[in-house]
């Protein structure tokens, strides 16, 4: 359903009926945001099993600590600060040898490398299958570290704002901003495979 | 005169509409002189329509169900 056309008092309105204990009122504001927290969910972790998990705690702690939202964000923005921190937990136990952390520094200057640069069709989906193009755009976000997977995921595909993805995140503007540059440059250069035009070879680039 | 690399670094904001006129001035001058930026620009545009434009998929009932039956369980609980 279309988020869109929510007003911010319904819900708080919503919000405020959950707190006091009316359980179809949490429902409801589940059933808006399931599909989103599981999707994200999904990217995040790259497992269904972990994804589903994720869904389930996301809003089993949203419903335990509801007196703690403060109404100054967004609910939603809430919930999925609570989902990455779960993602990441899952991530954290899969690789034990490898820390995963959304904080880990990540140099950001030198290297927005571009590898190839050819220009697409003009309408480079079509020459996939559906099916087709949505493995290809999966397999291309799933490439991502997830630092800049998170990103991309909450600003160009949920589209929150640059601000609202910070506060979800617990990252500031300027580092989402960096990430976001990162992980479309490397979406790009992983689309350009797929997507550039037939007998186009690529520009020398300086 | 802007070089490649300034220019990469403003893409995304440049993206976003989010720059004051007067650097978005700038690119634009910049990508009207460079081929490479240019292609950059278009496939990089692209990207993001692409993934904006992607079927949401919907929330599989399985899942679902068991989502409201582990929130009912909980609710319930509280309630008592
Ligand atoms: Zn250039």
């Given at each position: 359903m279309p988020v869109s056309s929510l007003t911010a008092t319904d819900e708080a309105l919503l919000v405020a009926q959950a707190r006091e204990g009316d359980a179809k009122a949490f429902s409801e504001l589940v059933r808006r945001y399931e599909g989103k927290i599981f999707r994200l969910a999904q990217h995040v972790t790259q497992n269904r099993e972990d994804?589903?998990?994720?869904?389930?705690?996301?809003?089993?702690?949203?419903?335990?600590?509801?007196?703690?939202?403060?109404?100054?964000?967004?609910?939603?923005?809430?919930?999925?600060?609570?989902?990455?921190?779960?993602?990441?937990?899952?991530l954290r136990r899969r690789k034990t040898d490898k820390s995963v952390s959304l904080d880990e520094t990540i140099d950001t200057g030198e290297d927005t490398v571009v590898r190839e640069i050819a220009a697409w069709d003009e309408d480079p989906e079509a020459r996939y299958s559906r099916e087709e193009l949505g493995q290809i755009l999966g397999s291309a976000i799933e490439s991502l570290e997830p630092p800049y997977r998170s990103v991309f995921v909450l600003r160009d595909i949920d589209e929150l704002s640059t601000e609202e993805t910070a506060d979800a995140l617990g990252l500031s503007v300027p580092a989402v901003k960096s990430r976001l540059l990162r992980a479309r440059l490397q979406l790009r250069d992983k689309l350009t495979r797929y997507f550039k035009r037939k007998g186009d070879d690529a520009f020398a680039y300086l | 005169m802007l070089t490649c690399k300034d220019?990469?670094?403003?893409?995304?904001?440049?993206?976003?509409?989010?720059?004051?006129?007067?650097?978005?001035?700038?690119?634009?001058?910049?990508?009207?002189?460079?081929?490479?930026?240019?292609?950059?620009?278009?496939?990089?545009?692209?990207?993001?329509?692409?993934?904006?434009?992607?079927?949401?998929?919907?929330?599989?009932?399985?899942?679902?169900?068991?989502?409201?039956?582990?929130?009912?369980k909980k609710m319930a609980a509280k309630q008592k």
């Amino acid at each position: 359903m279309p988020v869109s056309s929510l007003t911010a008092t319904d819900e708080a309105l919503l919000v405020a009926q959950a707190r006091e204990g009316d359980a179809k009122a949490f429902s409801e504001l589940v059933r808006r945001y399931e599909g989103k927290i599981f999707r994200l969910a999904q990217h995040v972790t790259q497992n269904r099993e972990d994804a589903e998990d994720v869904l389930q705690e996301t809003f089993m702690k949203a419903y335990e600590h509801l007196d703690q939202f403060q109404g100054n964000s967004k609910f939603y923005t809430w919930i999925v600060r609570i989902a990455v921190n779960q993602a990441l937990m899952k991530l954290r136990r899969r690789k034990t040898d490898k820390s995963v952390s959304l904080d880990e520094t990540i140099d950001t200057g030198e290297d927005t490398v571009v590898r190839e640069i050819a220009a697409w069709d003009e309408d480079p989906e079509a020459r996939y299958s559906r099916e087709e193009l949505g493995q290809i755009l999966g397999s291309a976000i799933e490439s991502l570290e997830p630092p800049y997977r998170s990103v991309f995921v909450l600003r160009d595909i949920d589209e929150l704002s640059t601000e609202e993805t910070a506060d979800a995140l617990g990252l500031s503007v300027p580092a989402v901003k960096s990430r976001l540059l990162r992980a479309r440059l490397q979406l790009r250069d992983k689309l350009t495979r797929y997507f550039k035009r037939k007998g186009d070879d690529a520009f020398a680039y300086l | 005169m802007l070089t490649c690399k300034d220019f990469l670094k403003e893409l995304s904001d440049y993206l976003d509409e989010a720059l004051d006129p007067a650097i978005r001035g700038k690119l634009e001058e910049h990508i009207a002189e460079c081929p490479n930026c240019w292609v950059i620009t278009d496939t990089t545009r692209k990207t993001v329509q692409i993934y904006k434009g992607m079927d949401p998929y919907p929330i599989p009932p399985d899942v679902e169900a068991r989502l409201m039956a582990a929130l009912e369980k909980k609710m319930a609980a509280k309630q008592k």
